[in-house]
Each structure stands twice: as structure tokens, then as C-alpha cells.
């Protein structure tokens, strides 16, 4: 079974530039989960779907970020403009939806902003 | 709202000894508890949950977890570790409806020759 596919895996920018970063879950996971991770930090979620509806967006700074999933599967993150604060690891993740937390996370992208 | 503190932030020890990272969290409600690894450039991967039952959660790749609900805590230990055990260590909570999971800071678990 192949796992959550993410891509790129590093991504280095200017300030002020957009960048987006793209996910494709486990097949057949209607739960996708993008989190922030800071360097020595643990993953802090920006925003959960369920399938294509976007139902816990409070930790995503809507100035800046926006996310999609179309059709319920893949999904995208943006930022713009991106900032030197930015640079951090975006970890993709999805599970069923079952109730029981288990989350199957990407490898994550690794953003550098300069 | 849950939170999770993982008093460690490092934690050196020799191939083949005993190990334990520690794990305290906080809830005003019932909670779900888990612990995940992340090797060098990887994402997270699930090591072990504990659901409900017995409160005794073995996982994979030799490791186990108490949970201990007087005291809130969830210490992940492993009887004789690996150089290939070296890597992050996340404890991680989520209510009971698995959604809502806050992470603790990592314990960076180093594994001497």
C-alpha cells in the first residue's frame, strides 16, 4: 500500500514569494490533516478535511494560507507571500475516518525562506 | 483543551540498556494517547496507541507504554535498545473522538555504541 505521497520535499524561496506544496493520502482516506512543524518542535495542526469540506481551519493563518482539496482526495497548501518565519516542515497526514486518531503521516516538505 | 509536556528533551543511553521517555499530560476529559517515531528526514510513524482496556500498550519494534491515569502519564519504555532506536520521540493526545491530537515537543533519543 503506498503512503501519503508529498511533494516537493525541499523548497527553498525568497520572502515575499508564493509557494505551494501538494499531498496525496493513503487511498481511500476521507481524513487529511496538514500540520506545521518548527525545528525541535512536535507537528501543530493548521487544518483538517473531511473528505473535501475543511472542517477544523482555526490554527491556519488565513492572511497568508489557504488549503484545498478538491474532490476529496489530494490536497494543496499555499502561502503567499511567504515569510522568513515560514521555514519550517509541512507534514502532510490522513486516516480513516474511525475515531481512533491513528494518523499515516508523509515525509513532509522542508521549507526555506531567504 | 489537552496538552502534553514530554520532560525530556534529550535522552543519551548506551546500545543494549533500559530505556523510558517520560510522558505527562493534561485533559478534562477522556483522552487518546500515542506515541510516534520520526527518523532523520522522515515524517511520523505510529509506534503505539492506547484506546482504552488494558492499560499496558505494547507496540512495535520492541516498545511499550503505561498508562497511568492518576498520575497522567504515558512513559514509553524499551528493554534493550538499538543504535537503529535513534530518533525523535513524540507523545501525542487526542480526544476521544481521535481528531483534535496535540503533539509534545519530541525527546530526542541518542543510542551510543
Known amino acids: 500500500e503506498a503512503g501519503v505521497v508529498q511533494s516537493p520535499r525541499y523548497k527553498i524561496i525568497e520572502k515575499k514569494q508564493p509557494v505551494a506544496f501538494w499531498c496525496n493520502p493513503i487511498?481511500?482516506?476521507?481524513?487529511l490533516y496538514w500540520y506545521l512543524q518548527n525545528l525541535g518542535q512536535g507537528p501543530e495542526l493548521l487544518i483538517r478535511?473531511?473528505?473535501?469540506?475543511?472542517?477544523?481551519d482555526s490554527q491556519l493563518p488565513k492572511d497568508r494560507f489557504s488549503a484545498e482539496r478538491l474532490k476529496g482526495v489530494d490536497s494543496t497548501l499555499k502561502i503567499q507571500p511567504a515569510e522568513l518565519g515560514d521555514s519550517a516542515v509541512y507534514l502532510c497526514?490522513?486516516?480513516?475516518?474511525?475515531?481512533?486518531?491513528?494518523?499515516?503521516f508523509g515525509q513532509g516538505t522542508r521549507l526555506t525562506v531567504v | 483543551a489537552q496538552s502534553v509536556t514530554q520532560l525530556d528533551s534529550q535522552v543519551p543511553v548506551f546500545e543494549e540498556a533500559p530505556v523510558e521517555l517520560r510522558c505527562n499530560y493534561s485533559?478534562?476529559?477522556?483522552?487518546?494517547l500515542f506515541w510516534y517515531v520520526q527518523y532523520p528526514n522522515q515524517g511520523l510513524q505510529l509506534l503505539l496507541k492506547?484506546?482504552?482496556?488494558?492499560?499496558l500498550v505494547k507496540g512495535i519494534n520492541g516498545f511499550e507504554a503505561e498508562f497511568n491515569k492518576s498520575q497522567t502519564s504515558f512513559h514509553l519504555r524499551k528493554p534493550s535498545v538499538h543504535i537503529s532506536d535513534t530518533a525523535e520521540y513524540f507523545c501525542?493526545?487526542?480526544?476521544?473522538?481521535?481528531?483534535?491530537?496535540?503533539f509534545g515537543a519530541g525527546t530526542r533519543l541518542f543510542v551510543k555504541a
Open positions: 487511498s481511500g482516506h476521507n481524513t
Open positions: 485533559s478534562s476529559v477522556s483522552v487518546y
Open positions: 478535511y473531511e473528505n473535501e469540506e475543511a472542517v477544523d
Open positions: 492506547y484506546l482504552s482496556g488494558s492499560t
Open positions: 501525542a493526545v487526542s480526544d476521544t473522538g481521535g481528531f483534535k491530537t496535540i
Open positions: 497526514a490522513s486516516s480513516l475516518n474511525r475515531g481512533d486518531g491513528e494518523a499515516f
